[in-house]
């Protein structure tokens, strides 16, 4: 085999490659992710499913980086040394085979040496730079990046479960995503691979994904994606093998009602949920009630009550809102003391019952009658959605919820508890 032909081989058909030195599993699909990992030539973002190989065409591709580009320094990132040492030692096997070698031989008419081979570095004789860096560098998200640069940075699985769970997690997790883009070389590029875990995370600051789901590989069965279900929740598996995000199984609000005309809302009460800074969103919600159904409008924002108050007054008075009521427990009777100047008609209320309570009681409760009005938020009801118990964000089912009850549960408050307690212990 001459020199071109082993290049083009390499280039054009690299699972072909993974197949000769035992990637069996292959296929024409992976053959196009690795040659986009080695030839894209801005940043990109692949997402797949669990066990779709994706992992194993990353190695390959650092493999033939290593070999085609060789005078490139490369920066594998994964979420904990450990994965890193994995991987490391998977490309350090491809170069270290056979076949591998045969194609060195080919394409530089010379024998393929590992120069350096440590847990977490890969250099070879190919290397003529004078740099002195190592062609390919493993690295944990917990490791320094100070003072590093690189030309090629390929990313897998720095967003995990713990990234789920964690705002903290997340965030730091796109600190240092955002951190890479400040030690990339001129004219290199950063590649991610992964699944997503919450809408949230650092894929949410990434370049949009190429997606392949479980039914778009053709790699997992019928029989097996239905016996997969079986082993995991239903969150966990929409995350690893259907790519997007709902709420863990303990969710009670499904299948949102959508889409009504807006123009139903006129002379609606309205309630604020306000936040005052942190990560807490203001939420403004009308309601009505009419033929039997509950039409809703609903807005999210993640900003501070005076930041919005003027567009959510703007909102009210084009709907010819009436009254808006509003908890005054946390400022004291602040906000409706503003609204009053503003010239509106406060309802401040002391909040007395459990949140989770009230949502589960007044919102579930009500569910099925609810219809969301065109120009409510995605996000709002997004969050309603997501909500469960241990919910980051409550604000948006707190503030519907709590209208709910304001307007249509003449009960007392004590007694409504008192009521729901005993519905739930019976």
């Not at 939420?283 to 919005?308: E, N, P, S």
């Not at 089912?397 to 003449?410: N, Q, T």
Request: charged content about 25%.
């Amino acid at each position: 085999m001459n020199r071109k032909t082993a290049v083009n081989f390499l280039l054009t058909q690299p699972a072909k490659f993974g197949q000769l030195i035992g990637f069996k599993d292959l296929t024409e699909l992976h053959n196009g992710w690795i040659i986009k990992m080695i030839q894209d030539k801005n940043d990109a973002t692949l997402q797949a499913h669990r066990g779709s190989y994706k992992t194993t065409c990353v190695a390959i591709a650092l493999a033939l980086i290593i070999i085609l580009k060789p005078t490139k320094t490369t920066l594998f990132m994964r979420k904990t040394d450990n994965d890193i040492k994995e991987v490391i030692r998977t490309v350090k096997k491809i170069l270290e085979d056979p076949k591998t070698r045969y194609f060195v031989r080919c394409i530089y008419g010379a024998e393929l040496i590992l120069t350096k081979a440590s847990a977490q570095e890969l250099n070879t004789n190919l290397n003529q730079s004078v740099k002195g860096a190592a062609q390919l560098t493993g690295l944990g998200t917990g490791g320094s990046l100070t003072g590093k640069h690189y030309d090629l940075i390929f990313t897998d699985d720095i967003v995990n479960l713990e990234d789920r769970g964690s705002r903290a997690e997340r965030e730091r997790t796109k600190r240092i995503y955002q951190e890479l883009q400040n030690i990339k070389n001129r004219g290199g590029r950063i590649f991610n691979t992964g699944t997503p875990w919450h809408k949230e995370d650092a894929f949410s600051i990434m370049p949009e994904p190429l997606k392949f789901s479980v039914y778009d590989t053709g790699l997992v069965s019928k029989e097996e994606i239905q016996a997969l279900k079986t082993t995991m929740t239903a969150a966990l598996f929409a995350a690893n093998y259907e790519l997007c995000h709902i709420a863990e199984d303990d969710v009670l609000f499904t299948n949102p009602q959508t889409g009504a005309a807006p123009e139903i809302m006129q002379n609606c009460d309205a309630h604020i949920d306000a936040a005052y800074g942190g990560e807490d969103y203001t939420a403004y919600t009308q309601i009505r009630k009419y033929d039997g159904k509950i039409y809703v409008l609903g807005k999210l924002y993640h900003k501070h009550v005076d930041d919005v108050l003027p567009e959510i007054l703007a909102l009210h008075s084009a709907t010819l809102g009436g009254r808006i009521y509003n908890e005054k427990n946390g400022d004291k009777g602040y906000l409706s003391k503003e609204l009053k100047q503003l010239g509106q008609r406060p309802m401040p209320y002391q909040e007395k019952m459990n949140k989770y309570l009230k949502i589960t009681t007044y919102l579930k409760g009500s569910w099925e009658k609810i219809i969301f009005v065109e120009g409510t938020d995605a996000e709002y009801i997004n969050q309603i959605c997501d909500y469960n118990e241990n919910a980051e964000h409550d604000d948006a089912p707190d503030s519907l919820a709590s209208l709910i009850r304001i307007k249509w549960d003449k009960r007392d408050e004590g007694a409504a508890q008192g009521s729901t307690y005993r519905s739930l212990l019976a």
